[in-house]
């Protein structure tokens, strides 16, 4: 491929025979990067072997609880200033080459955030990703961030980078223990840290992804969000909207329209919260406001694999038609959410009552 990329992408991996081919060639088959560097920490399966026929730099790395030190291990040994992080359960489905290039150009002191989609409920995160090692580095031994490395403040982009993450499937989830290994590192970070609020928020987020507490998710992003209410953070967002469905899940209906109507000055602007803050309203009994807000989510152009901006919120709507008792203009509303079975149902349902 002509015009090389002056990128390395850099891995850190334990036991990926499952995922890591289809990692590499999906990044290959798009930048064809030259400088692949695999840091592995104790593999017992084939996954130096699909690294070196891949075309990786294989270095072993003795595993010491801490992401941030392999991560940056791993920078160190590659050829290129700019680091693309990859991780090996992750599969690239979108790239845009030409505006990575003119990243590259003109945002040195950016780091680039890419979107990880979770399977196999699809849920989507931002997640900085991309950065030149000179002026970021990694920080924290679990959920690690990049930090600046010098004095200037950290900038964040979006970049058009877009991976389905397939390390929380449940069969992968209890093949590798990640559930406990998240929980130990994180509480041992907390103990000496116990009022970092980002600790506690990512403790909330592994109970929410991996165990189903959702109480104890709960207790951990009300203390996160006490301890740190700066609203410009990534992983602040993510916490109010976890917290968010967590509350509504556990019928804290009221603390959730609390939660929402304290932070929609700020996140408004995003069709995810305006969806959250709709189905907060739809279960406050606030019909009204409820539909507007659907309604505002409705053909918003935004990478959407759940349907917030189309089926969903059309079955919501339906779904309060039907309460205050507009049978008619709810069948109406269920005939545009397309294939979605659970629309489906309710027009079956409505045309034999």
Known sequence: MANKLPVSLCMI??????FLDASLKSVKSVLGFEDIVVIDTG????????????GAAVFDFEWC????????????????????????DEVVTN???????????????????MKIISLPDTGASNISRFYNRKYYKWDGNIHEQLIPAGNHPKVIAPLHIIADHYGYTPEVKESKGKFERNLRMLEAALVDNPDDPYILAQLGKCYYVNNGDLLKTCEYFDLALKADEDYRLEYVYITVEYYGYSLLNTGQYEKALELILKYTQYYNPKVEFRFLSAHVFQNNGLFQEAVEMYESCIGVDVFDPKGLTSFLSYYNIGVILECVGMIEDAAEIYGKCGDYEPALARLTELRLS
């Open 13 to 18: 991996v334990k036991n990926e025979e499952a």
């Open 43 to 54: 593999s017992e399966d084939r996954t130096k072997e699909i690294a070196l026929d891949n």
């Open 65 to 88: 609880d801490d992401f941030s030190a392999a991560r940056n291990f791993a920078a160190e040994k590659a050829k290129n200033d700019w680091v693309l992080a990859l991780d090996a």
């Open 95 to 113: 790239f845009d080459r030409n505006e990575l290039g003119s990243f590259i150009n003109d945002k040195q002191l950016s780091v680039g955030a």
